[in-house]
């Protein structure tokens, strides 16, 4: 598991101020099938499809910042309640993880779509950090 106390590599992937560095794709595809885990917040959060219990996520790393993003653009599609550990132990679905939310991310590196400028990630393990 790769977080920001063992891994230089992927602090300075966080600090990159340009989703799109070459930098950014070398390290997904060098880490893909790796876990990564830090401290992020919801960027945007959407319904997936249809479902009502089930969102598409876009997650930045560090604390929410209304004027500001830095490192790259992390995606999260079908997040369900099965992915999320409350501190209360209660789901809060929707409202628990908005956009403007921080949270503690745990997921693995599936691929980098360059086209998106974004990781994909799978296996999330989503807690509430506020």
């Not at 885990?37 to 790393?61: C, Q, W």
């Not at 956009?99 to 779509?113: D, F, P, Q, T």
């Amino acid at each position: 598991m790769l977080t920001t106390a063992n891994s230089a590599e992927f602090v300075a992937v966080l600090e990159e101020a340009n989703p799109g560095a070459p930098s950014v794709k070398v390290f997904a595809e060098e880490y893909k099938g790796r876990v990564i885990e830090f401290d992020g917040n919801v960027a945007a959060s959407s319904p997936h499809g249809k479902y009502k219990t089930r969102f598409d996520m876009l997650i930045y790393d560090g604390n929410f910042d209304f004027d500001s993003a830095r490192g790259p653009n992390f995606r999260l599609t079908s997040i369900g309640p099965e992915d999320i550990k409350a501190k209360d132990g209660y789901l809060h679905l929707p409202s628990l993880f908005a956009a403007g939310s921080n949270l503690h991310v745990k997921a693995e590196i599936e691929y980098y779509n360059e086209t998106q400028e974004s990781f994909f990630l799978s296996k999330p393990t989503l807690s509430d950090r506020s």
